[in-house]
Structure formats: structure tokens, C-alpha cells
């Protein structure tokens, strides 16, 4: 079947850096994205990746390994703000989005 | 886990004719569910809220006449998209929320609508 992991609930201080991890099985692979959904709103994208390596836009970055089935999405300066749940998907062969269940983030002072 | 189903998974139509798009909760009732629109871009916009039994509330912009809703059971929605012109064709993800209170949104896998 396929699948997409990532871990329920993080934890991080203002200021410091968190990487959330996203492991995926999927049938065929089209792009992995991350979402950022604050409580009672639609999610917003920050990143897709279809190639290997690493994509910085600003304190966000997105990694990614497709031979591992890997991607990470990296937090640095961490803001109140950015206390959320982060969506991991997955695009599969069938242009279909496989869905991970979300980190909730919580970020304290 | 909680799993979101939606079918077809791909659709393709002329201009002037109507699609019919279901979400479905498969292992959970699912008191409000969500419709998206996912632009090339990849951002997602939020079209309408549905809560079982009542009407859909539409987002600003969205055309409810263009886009029927309905939320008939615990475990069913559907988006009909009507007189679908080329510009409707796009990505439509619907997501369920288990009830009040339950901030957890699970997704489906989407539906790839072409209008020629």
C-alpha cells in the first residue's frame, strides 16, 4: 500500500531550529509537497520538490530523497507564529496526492 | 487511520456539461468536509464548507451556482462542477474533518478535471 509518515507532534523554543521528517511509499513518485495549515484555515504550500536535494526559500527549506523516500522541511528562527500542522504529500504516478496525517508544531517562548 | 476517498480520480468532458466529483470518509463520519481547488502553482484554495445536512458555505469569488455542493451524509460529499468551461479544468482535493472541536483535516487524493 502507500503511505506517508511523519511524526504527529513536535515541540521547538522561539528562535531555535526544527526539522520535521516525511517518509513516503508511494507508487511512482510526481513531487513531494509541504503545507503549513494553522488551525481553522486552509492549508498554505511552501514547497515542492520533484529532484533531489535541497530548497531554501527563506527560514523554510525542503529536502528531499527519493532513493531513501525522505524529505525534511527545516524551520529556522523560529516565529510563534509558525506554531501549526505541516502536511506532507506526495504526488504518485496516477497524478494522485497521498497524504501524510500532518505534525502539529508547537513552538513556546 | 482516517481515510478520504474521491472519485473519479480523473475526468475528462466537453464544454456545457456537468461533473459530478464525490469525497467520501471511509472509516469515519465526517461532520463538515472541505472542497479545494489546487492552482498550478500549488497553492490551494478554499472553495466551500460543507456541514452534513445544511448548505454549503461558499468562499468570496467562488460561484455556488457554478459549483453545487452537497453534503447529504456523515460520510459523502459532492461537488458538481455545471456547464464546465475549459478555465474549471484543475486539481479539486477534498478534505473531512471528524467534528466540532477536531482541528485535523484529512485529505483525498484529488480529482483531475480536463474540460475540452
Known amino acids: 500500500g502507500q503511505n506517508i509518515d511523519q511524526p504527529t507532534e513536535m515541540t521547538a523554543t522561539e528562535g531555535a531550529i526544527v526539522q520535521i521528517n516525511c517518509t513516503y511509499q508511494t507508487s511512482g513518485f510526481n513531487g513531494l509537497f509541504w503545507y503549513q495549515q494553522h488551525a481553522g484555515e486552509a492549508p498554505t504550500f511552501l514547497s515542492y520538490?520533484?529532484l533531489d536535494g535541497l530548497e531554501e526559500k527563506g527560514r523554510f527549506s525542503s529536502f528531499l530523497s527519493r532513493s531513501k523516500g525522505y524529505s525534511y522541511l527545516l524551520l529556522k528562527e523560529l516565529q510563534m507564529k509558525d506554531s501549526a500542522s505541516y502536511l506532507c504529500a506526495v504526488m504518485d504516478s496516477n497524478y494522485q496526492l497521498i497524504w501524510g496525517a500532518g505534525t502539529k508544531l508547537i513552538i513556546k517562548p | 487511520g482516517a481515510v478520504v476517498s474521491q472519485h473519479p480520480s480523473r475526468v475528462i468532458c466537453k464544454s456545457g456539461t456537468s461533473v459530478k466529483i464525490e469525497c467520501r470518509s471511509l472509516d469515519f463520519q465526517a461532520t463538515t468536509m472541505f472542497w479545494y481547488r489546487q492552482f498550478p502553482k500549488k497553492s490551494l484554495m478554499l472553495m466551500a464548507t460543507?456541514?452534513?445536512?445544511?448548505?454549503?458555505?461558499?468562499e468570496q469569488g467562488v460561484e455556488k451556482d457554478k459549483f453545487l455542493i452537497n453534503h447529504a451524509s456523515l460520510t459523502l460529499s459532492t461537488l458538481t462542477v455545471t456547464s464546465a468551461h475549459p478555465e474549471d479544468s484543475s486539481f479539486y482535493i477534498c478534505?473531512?474533518?471528524?467534528?466540532?472541536?477536531?482541528?485535523?483535516?484529512?485529505f483525498g487524493p484529488g480529482t483531475r478535471l480536463l474540460v475540452l
Open positions: 520538490n520533484v
Open positions: 460543507s456541514n452534513e445536512g445544511s448548505k454549503a458555505t461558499y
Open positions: 478534505s473531512a474533518r471528524r467534528g466540532e472541536g477536531q482541528e485535523t483535516q484529512y
